[in-house]
């Protein structure tokens, strides 16, 4: 603590100071008993019927300014700002002259009169106060605030203080989730809840978090997606389900990446890849008009228009496309290869034809689909859960939803054939044996289930992360995550 206590600057010393005084009084600054029976935006947006009226509000101390016997402050709460106003004669020496003590950051309670100023600014009269906790840390410098990205981060409840609009961000998250949970619930879908600890790690293509039970002695992995469970209730009869999911995934950390992140995955008994079509756009058009209230947003300088209809697009066309208008059906697998080399897309030895399809298309067309785009009809190798065609069996019917050149969305109609199911996770259990850790390992509980008969449906995944990025302009996906993960620093 001594160590601690020499590294303190000059304004946390006297912070400390104060603290000892106002203890040496008889006062805890942590103690203090206070119930605000208002905010401070209602009184600012109700001021007409309640001027004269007595409130009280609490709030964190953003500004200060005395003028002798009288001293004028900002109290910011949850909803905004109002100003304080503290008089010498009204307070009384004693407490006036602890209101002057207070610091920038300080929380306190305070109740007084409702009045506007000559200069027109809705006020508090201060009548009494109370501490509720006192700032030992001053906030970032006022005119520069908190800008030091990473530091941001790291602590975001600084973030939250000093930018006032990363707080709006966060709470168009929770606007955006809530509209999401009402729009299904209102289509008779059931929000339910899957295991986060995995015995397999099944259900997308992705490395796995393993972790390890002691009392049963095994090892468990964190969710990498729910989709196995969700279909197991499919099963069981419950035809419309959906989660709001923590997934993990054990990958790299970029500005479209988190090791944890939040989906929107739900499955539709009697539904396939078109209808999940016309439910994504439906649904994200209500998200935009109920968060913004247009069907177009802004989002890093490009107008995103999300009215249906989507623009719609094969991925056997869109790779086309990339390779100079060459029809894939004509050439053989070494010939796809050898173009999509000279196209420059790099490429493993031992690529299957689906594989070198899709890195065709992630690395040459994904990022240029900017506005809404529905690709569709995926190769069966890399989509082990999704039903085949039935005019083109080497093909699925599967989608991804592209927006700013940055995927979305995922969505089959879901494969409940047992059959073909445990023929896919066996080869992706040749995938595994090769080398590839994001295959899918096998689950013979899953197929079980689907040999007790899953009804034909329709499934969706939405990155609830990167949806929220197009609504609050954030260029990164720590920017509407709280926490982000990140490199812990030597002093942490």
Known sequence: MSQQHEQLSEQEQIRREKLASLRERGIDP?????????????????????????????????????HGKASFAHLEDRSGKIQLYAKQDILGEEAYGLFRQLDLGDLI??????????????TIKIEHFTYLAKALSPLPEKWHGLKDVELRYRQRYLDLIANPEVKEHFMRRSQIIKTIRTYL????????????????????????????????????????????????????????????????????????HNPEFTMLELYQAYADYQDMMALM?????????????????????????????????????????????????????????????????????????GAIINEVFEQKVEETLIQPTFVYDYPVEISPLARRKADMPQLTE??????????????????????????????????????????Q??????????????????GLGIGIDRLVMLFVDAASIRDVILFPLLKPRDEE
């Open 30 to 66: 942590y103690r203090g008993e206070f119930k605000p029976d208002t905010s401070a935006q209602t009184v600012i947006d109700h001021f007409q019927q309640i001027e004269g009226a007595k409130c009280a509000v609490a709030g964190r101390i953003v500004s200060f300014r005395s």
């Open 281 to 353: 756009e439906d649904l994200v058009v209500k998200v935009s008009q109920q968060v913004t209230g247009s069907s177009q947003v802004e989002y890093q300088g490009e107008i995103i228009d999300f009215t249906p209809p989507w623009k719609r697009i094969s991925m056997l066309e869109a790779v086309e496309g990339a390779l100079g208008g060459v029809s894939l059906e004509k050439l053989t697998a070494q010939q796809l290869r050898q173009r999509a080399l000279e196209a420059g897309v790099e490429l493993e030895a031992d690529a299957s034809v």
């Open 441 to 458: 390992a096998m689950d013979y509980d899953y197929i079980r289930a689907l040999e007790h008969g899953m009804p034909p449906a329709g």
């Open 398 to 439: 599967r989608f991804e939803a592209f927006v700013y050149g940055r995927e979305l969305a995922n969505a089959f109609s879901e494969l409940n054939d047992p059959l073909d199911q445990l023929k896919r996770f066996q080869e992706q259990v040749k995938e595994r044996q090769r080398g590839n850790e994001e295959a």
């Open 109 to 122: 309670g305070v109740t007084g009169e409702i009045f506007k100023t000559h200069r027109g600014e809705i």
């Open 185 to 256: 619930d209102e289509r008779g879908f059931l929000e339910v809840e899957t295991p986060m600890m995995h015995a397999i790690a099944g259900g997308a293509a992705a490395k796995p978090f393993i972790t390890h039970h002691n009392a049963l002695d095994i090892p468990l992995y964190l969710r990498i997606a729910p989709e196995l469970y969700l279909k197991r209730l499919l099963v069981g009869g419950l035809e419309r389900v959906y989660e709001i999911n923590r997934n993990f995934r054990n990958e790299g950390i970029s500005t479209k």
